[in-house]
């Protein structure tokens, strides 16, 4: 991605990277404000960094889960213990869950753990860039598009998932517009897919995650998602308030896309009702940067995914091409 760094200049970096025996990432958790680079040693912390959200978004997660496999190789953990612990860290993203046993396969194969953990990485970015290339043949000049939460390369190691066709579409010298909702209670639309999008330089509003319906009544073409787990009908799961968004998406007759790699697929889960959602700490809800605004007394429920049914995608934008929901099957073989 691009990146205007504290001296000014612009950089290509990428979210996560292994470099000198450790673990490097971008804290996103200071993103916008600040472009602060994290390393870890051990698997122990890269599952605390996947747990925590200092690097999030389910193809970054997977492939940061590859490296924290990597690092107990190197540090001789028990790779067993070690893929139970970097499992244990968040419970809907299936791209962890595809890395981390990814991983296992190939060190138990004898192979080196930092060359499988850069391969995984480099082939996320592949794939990457194979769905813009597919999703950017669906955009045409002019569009009005619409995005929620972020599936960008903060999300994905490098280039995004819904944010690739944009990138694409951009790059070929097609004039979009994106609606950017900001995504509460972590915020990662305002802070991170506005970040990237300005980055880029590509024309875009944030806008409140309730004021998405107003804006598709007044004219959106387009919208495409992330998912951060897909099940083999094609009912997924992605950041909460994206089932709102595919409903009054249909309401209206927009197209409605959703951008992910076949990791993010999982054929053993059969619907979306088989999808465990994650359910966070109360306190996203009710502080904001410590201080509480939320009256004492009072409760919050904070789940960090819905389900949002197949009936309601148009598609699904992979690096094998783009897949009606009755055709992901295919995609196994």
């Not at 091409?321 to 099957?329: M, T, Y």
């Amino acid at each position: 991605m691009k990146a205007r760094m504290e001296d000014g200049k612009v950089s290509d970096i990428r979210a996560v990277w292994f470099d000198n025996g450790k673990c490097v990432m971008i804290d996103q958790r200071e993103l916008p404000a600040a472009i602060k680079i994290v390393s870890f040693g051990t698997h122990t912390e890269v599952a605390e960094a996947i747990r925590n959200m200092t690097t999030r978004g389910a193809p970054c997660i997977g492939a940061s889960a590859a490296y924290g496999m990597c690092l107990a190789a190197l540090n001789k953990v028990d790779i067993d213990k070690a893929a139970a612990d970097i499992k244990a860290a968040r419970p809907t993203a299936y791209d962890l869950f595809y890395a981390v046993d990814w991983m296992l396969a190939k060190l138990k194969a004898g192979e080196d753990p930092v060359k499988a953990a850069d391969s995984y990485a480099d082939s996320i970015v592949d794939k990457c860039k194979a769905i813009g290339r597919y999703g950017n043949e669906l955009i045409r000049d002019g569009m009005t598009l619409m995005t929620h939460c972020n599936a960008g390369a903060l999300a994905t190691v490098d280039v995004g998932t819904a944010l690739a066709p944009m990138r694409a579409a951009h790059d070929s010298g097609k004039k979009i517009f994106v609606y950017a909702s900001e995504t509460r209670p972590r915020l990662q639309g305002m802070q991170l897919t506005a970040w990237e999008l300005n980055q880029e330089g590509i024309d875009h509003a944030i806008i409140p995650d309730g004021a998405s319906a107003y804006y598709m009544s007044k004219g959106v073409d387009m919208i495409i998602v992330g998912a951060d787990r897909i099940a083999a009908n094609g009912d997924f799961a992605n950041k909460i308030g994206t089932f709102d968004k595919a409903i009054v998406a249909k309401r209206f007759g927009i197209p409605f896309y959703v951008a992910a790699p076949v990791s993010t697929f999982d054929f053993n889960t059969r619907t979306g009702s088989d999808i465990v959602i994650e359910q966070r700490a109360e306190t996203e809800v009710t502080e904001i940067s410590g201080i509480r605004i939320a009256p004492v007394g009072s409760k919050a429920l904070n789940p960090a995914f819905d389900v949002t049914p197949a009936e309601l995608v148009t598609g699904f934008i992979t690096e094998k091409g783009v897949f009606a929901p009755s055709e992901i099957g295919s995609m196994k073989e």
